[in-house]
């Protein structure tokens, strides 16, 4: 960077203040970042981390509070005037068109037409020296994800930031990416860019890091160097109270007969680009909890209305439901024979956001629970199992005629996931069970799962976190461009071999761009 | 300078009081227009509005307008609560009317007993056959049914051009765009003789109920209300998208098939090319105007009826234009609109900088 460095840190903001309806997103939040620092921005869901990075970024307009950058005070006006300045941000969800080129995709992005001359070679000598491999001519749908990351960060590169913005940047990517863009990182950061990583892991956050600043309800609520602190102090500091983990329990033994069975299951998938799923045999004991890892966008969803009977299979041998051949059944068939689901999304999907939580009892309760009474709907028996789901589940919420939406995630999980429970189901499916959700209702979900199996239920948790996985199954599969692993046992399971499978397809596309 | 900021949930006040400040809104707006034309805006809103139902048998006629209003209004509230856009009931409404029409013309010595309720199912299925056909077009070719039902409503219409001045034109109509007088046997039941008060007053309120029950509290109803709030929510509980989506456009179009018998043999007596001056359009406003609640559809109906008979008080007393209605009613359903604003935003004044 040819131009004399001011003294002082790069970035402070003090007092920052925004209030949403309902919501008081930050309260008087201050951040300071140095020069040459990869800070970590830490916080539970709701914490407001996010308002505050696209605070600096100028997407969000703060109520009150000061941003002084490089000494000077500022009112950042939109993420052009952020781009100026020399703050670039890759968003946790990619802004790229599927069916554009790699080349194409950046020069969208760019201020003027004269950014656009000699573009392609700039993009390949940025990509090459900073071991981000990107070839320029490509589709973006032919990409991974860990891929199309690449692209947004190369594109903030090109403009020289001296703030790179990362937020939850490792969620799409396979352990050996982390590494490979940690190493990234860590060079952008000693040639004079810094680096504000927001994310909930925190064994990558230790490693990473030299700083953290923790966010808590909107608040600040300390400063720390993450490598002095163990991930359990860590995540104590992040929710305020003494963080319990599971128990430990004994892996299922296989004896038991299988209730779901999964013969060469086959799907188109209904999107232009989303996945299909080729090929899928699994079977899962009563008693057994079988964990799916993957990067998102490899057929998980797929799977998930697959198993579900929202989509239905080519065969009706594909899924056996307790020996039933069930791939032609709808969703509510699939229910009376004894399965249940929780589908990733929770707002429009699993639930009607707009619905009360007795009319999203009913949703998926009506079949097994005998909601229904000559057609009618049953309000009093409804509105009893809701209550029931609260109480068991510990929902805080004002009771069974609040609106779904009113609820936390990880309060509206925990009625879901109870919704499903409740129902003793010999068969449980759940996408991401605690995506989004606090710790305490995390670990709630968690209990609860292990339970159903233990009474005998056959479980498969459908999840991008490894460490839910490791803490939860009895086996472990890998589903990678649609095609999934041969399930081993947890014990055999390493980080490692794990991370190489959900690495499938991406794996073999990067040696070719690399051997070109 | 006015700012509009999301409440986060929907006001309960505002989901009353909207329509209300439409409505108020709506006799400023048109007052204005009535002034523009130099006509003192009192005596307009007055002439439009109340004179109608000071008038001998003004109630009668009122009744009689928003009977058919009001079974349409319903239709529609429960195929737009589950987000089917049927905009095309104003040619269910015509079908309606030619099937049952069309039976009437055929047999019209047939006792009553079988000619009316013969008459009536025609009706109902002339409707269905129109929204039916829109319904697999959408479920088939995913043909958007906003645009074919209306495409619908102009080729139903020049459908029945084309019978009564053809084929179905009454020999002894002195060459008016007609068909013959229906028999006594096939005019709608009245209730009271001598009147057109026919028994579509009665059927229309009952209709109304049913479905209000039907909405909300079946099975059926939970439903439609599942797949107009979150379809994805609707597949995930396993109901099945192209079912209610038939349903809908069924009962939406027969219950405007009906309307059409009924405005056909309870007031004019006869098929002709003025059988609809736009009340399946009319009836989308009544619908909104009742917030897709089939009771409140009801009153809705009413005050859409009132705007007919004040258009033609209007333009006998005071020479206004026909087109007066309409402009009343379109300012009405751009106010309606307008005013659901309010439902999930707030206005806050700031003062400018």
């Given amino acids: 960077m040819p131009d004399p460095t001011p003294p002082g840190p790069?970035?402070?903001?003090?007092?920052?203040?925004?209030?949403?309806?309902?919501?008081?997103?930050?309260?008087?939040?201050?951040?300071?970042?140095?020069?040459?620092?990869?800070?970590?921005?830490?916080?539970?869901?709701?914490?407001?981390?996010?308002?505050?990075?696209?605070?600096?970024?100028?997407?969000?307009?703060?109520?009150?509070?000061?941003?002084?950058?490089?000494?000077?005070?500022?009112?950042?006006?939109?993420?052009?005037?952020?781009?100026?300045?020399?703050?670039?941000?890759?968003?946790?969800?990619?802004?790229l068109f599927e069916a554009l080129t790699v080349t194409e995709n950046i020069a969208l992005g760019l201020a003027s037409a004269n950014d656009r001359i000699g573009l392609r070679d700039r993009i390949v000598r940025i990509s090459n020296e900073y071991g981000l491999p990107l070839d320029p001519a490509r589709m973006v749908h032919d990409l991974s994800v860990g891929e199309r990351q690449r692209i947004e960060i190369v594109r903030c590169l090109l403009q020289n930031p001296k703030l790179l913005i990362m937020d939850e940047p490792t969620s799409v990517l396979t352990p050996s990416e982390v590494q490979k863009l940690f190493v990234t990182l860590r060079r952008l950061a000693a040639e004079g860019c810094s680096i504000l990583y927001i994310s909930h892991k925190l064994q990558e956050v230790r490693s990473l890091c030299s700083h953290a600043t923790i966010m808590r309800l909107g608040r600040t609520v300390g400063t720390c160097a993450p490598a002095e602190k163990s991930v359990k102090e860590l995540a104590e500091i992040m929710i305020n109270m003494p963080l319990n983990v599971l128990a430990p329990r004994p892996h299922a033994a296989r004896a038991a007969p299988p209730r779901l069975v999964l013969d060469k299951l086959t799907i188109r998938s209904p999107h232009y680009f989303g996945s299909g799923l080729e090929n899928i045999s699994l079977s899962l004991a009563g008693g057994e909890i079988l964990g799916i890892a993957g990067i998102a966008g490899n057929g998980q969803s797929e799977?998930?209305?697959?198993?579900?009977?929202?989509?239905?299979?080519d065969r009706p041998e594909s899924v056996l439901i307790d020996g039933v051949a069930a791939g032609h059944m709808g969703p509510h068939d699939r229910r009376r024979l004894h399965a249940c689901f929780v589908p990733e999304e929770r707002n429009g999907h699993a639930a009607v956001p707009t619905m009360t939580l007795s009319q999203n009892a009913f949703l998926s309760g009506f079949t097994r629970q005998a909601l229904v009474r000559f057609g009618t709907i049953d309000t009093k028996k409804t509105s009893a199992f809701a209550t029931n789901i609260i109480k068991r589940f510990d929902v805080r919420t004002t009771g069974p005629n609040a609106q779904a939406r009113s609820l936390s995630g990880g309060n509206l999980q925990k009625f879901l996931v109870g919704r499903e429970i409740l129902q003793n189901p010999a068969v449980l499916v759940i996408n991401q069970p605690t995506w989004g959700v606090d710790a305490g209702a995390a670990l709630a979900i968690h209990e609860a799962i292990?339970?159903?199996?233990?009474?005998?239920?056959?479980?498969?948790?459908?999840?991008?976190?490894?460490?839910?996985?490791?803490?939860?199954?009895?086996?472990?599969?890998?589903?990678?461009?649609?095609?999934?692993?041969?399930?081993?046992?947890?014990?055999?399971?390493?980080?490692?071999?794990?991370?190489?499978?959900?690495?499938?397809?991406?794996?073999?596309l990067e040696e070719m761009a690399t051997a070109r | 300078m006015p700012k509009i900021e999301p409440r986060g949930t929907e006001s309960k006040f505002w989901r009353y009081a909207a329509p209300v400040l439409a409505l108020l809104l709506t006799g400023v707006t048109s007052s204005l227009i009535f002034a523009a034309m130099g006509r003192p805006p009192g005596l307009t809103v007055y002439t439009f509005l109340i004179a109608p139902l000071l008038q001998q048998d003004g109630i009668q006629?009122?009744?009689?307008?928003?009977?058919?209003?009001?079974?349409?209004?319903?239709?529609?509230?429960?195929?737009?609560?589950?987000?089917?856009?049927?905009?095309?009931?104003?040619?269910?409404?015509?079908?309606?009317?030619?099937?049952g029409g069309?039976?009437?013309?055929?047999?019209?010595?047939?006792?009553?007993?079988?000619?009316?309720?013969?008459?009536?199912?025609?009706?109902?299925?002339?409707?269905?056959l129109n929204g039916g056909l829109v319904a697999w077009l959408r479920i088939r070719f995913n043909a958007n049914e906003i645009l074919t039902s209306l495409m619908f409503a102009y080729i139903t219409q020049y459908l029945l051009v084309y019978l009564v001045t053809g084929p179905w034109r009454d020999p002894q109509g002195f060459g008016f765009p007609q068909t013959a007088l229906f028999s006594d046997n096939a005019l709608a039941p009245r209730l009271i003789a001598d009147t057109n008060v026919h028994i579509g007053i009665?059927?229309?309120?009952?209709?109304?109920?049913?479905?209000?029950?039907?909405?909300?509290?079946?099975?059926?109803?939970?439903?439609?209300?599942?797949?107009?709030?979150?379809?994805?929510?609707?597949?995930?509980?396993?109901?099945?998208?192209?079912?209610?989506?038939?349903?809908?456009?069924?009962?939406?179009?027969?219950?405007?098939?009906?309307?059409?018998?009924?405005?056909?043999?309870?007031?004019?007596?006869?098929?002709?090319?003025?059988?609809?001056?736009?009340?399946?359009?009319?009836?989308?406003?009544?619908?909104?105007?009742?917030?897709?609640?089939?009771?409140?559809?009801?009153?809705?109906?009413?005050?859409?009826?009132?705007?007919?008979?004040?258009?033609?008080?209007?333009?006998?007393?005071?020479?206004?234009?026909?087109?007066?209605?309409?402009?009343?009613?379109?300012?009405?359903?751009?106010?309606?609109?307008?005013?659901?604003?309010?439902?999930?935003?707030?206005?806050?004044?700031?003062?400018?900088?």
């Avoid at chain 1, 990869?38 to 505050?52: M, P, R, V, W």
């Avoid at chain 2, 009744?63 to 609560?81: C, D, E, F, Q, W």
């Avoid at chain 2, 309720?117 to 009706?123: L, N, V």
Wanted: with cysteine.
């Fill in chain 1, 10 to 95: 790069l970035l402070t903001m003090t007092g920052m203040t925004k209030q949403y309806p309902g919501c008081l997103a930050n309260d008087h939040v201050s951040l300071t970042v140095e020069r040459n620092q990869i800070h970590a921005l830490l916080g539970e869901n709701g914490a407001g981390k996010s308002t505050l990075v696209k605070t600096i970024y100028g997407v969000v307009k703060p109520d009150a509070g000061e941003i002084v950058w490089e000494g000077r005070k500022v009112a950042i006006q939109n993420p052009r005037h952020a781009q100026r300045l020399g703050i670039g941000m890759v968003f946790q969800h990619f802004s």
């Fill in chain 2, 102 to 128: 069309g039976v009437a013309l055929a047999c019209p010595d047939v006792t009553p007993w079988v000619l009316f309720p013969a008459m009536m199912i025609a009706g109902a299925i002339g409707g269905m």
């Fill in chain 2, 202 to 353: 009665l059927l229309a309120p009952l209709i109304a109920v049913a479905l209000w029950f039907m909405l909300e509290k079946t099975l059926l109803g939970y439903r439609f209300r599942v797949l107009g709030q979150a379809t994805r929510a609707a597949k995930f509980a396993g109901f099945s998208e192209n079912r209610l989506v038939w349903i809908a456009m069924l009962i939406s179009g027969g219950l405007a098939g009906v309307a059409g018998l009924l405005e056909a043999t309870g007031t004019l007596g006869q098929l002709t090319t003025n059988l609809s001056p736009g009340y399946g359009f009319t009836a989308i406003i009544v619908a909104f105007l009742g917030r897709l609640n089939p009771l409140a559809v009801i009153p809705a109906g009413l005050l859409l009826a009132l705007t007919y008979l004040g258009g033609d008080a209007a333009q006998i007393n005071l020479g206004l234009p026909n087109a007066v209605t309409g402009i009343f009613q379109g300012i009405l359903l751009f106010y309606l609109l307008g005013c659901d604003l309010l439902l999930l935003n707030r206005i806050r004044w700031i003062p400018a900088r």
């Fill in chain 1, 450 to 508: 292990v339970a159903l199996a233990q009474a005998g239920a056959a479980v498969m948790i459908i999840s991008q976190d490894l460490d839910e996985i490791f803490a939860l199954a009895d086996r472990i599969a890998v589903i990678a461009g649609g095609h999934v692993s041969p399930p081993i046992p947890m014990r055999d399971a390493t980080i490692e071999s794990i991370g190489r499978l959900m690495g499938g397809r991406t794996a073999t």
């Fill in chain 2, 61 to 99: 006629a009122l009744v009689v307008k928003a009977a058919p209003l009001i079974m349409m209004g319903v239709g529609l509230s429960l195929a737009y609560r589950a987000n089917v856009w049927n905009i095309g009931t104003d040619g269910q409404f015509t079908l309606g009317a030619i099937c």
């Fill in chain 1, 303 to 313: 799977l998930m209305d697959a198993l579900s009977g929202e989509i239905l299979a």
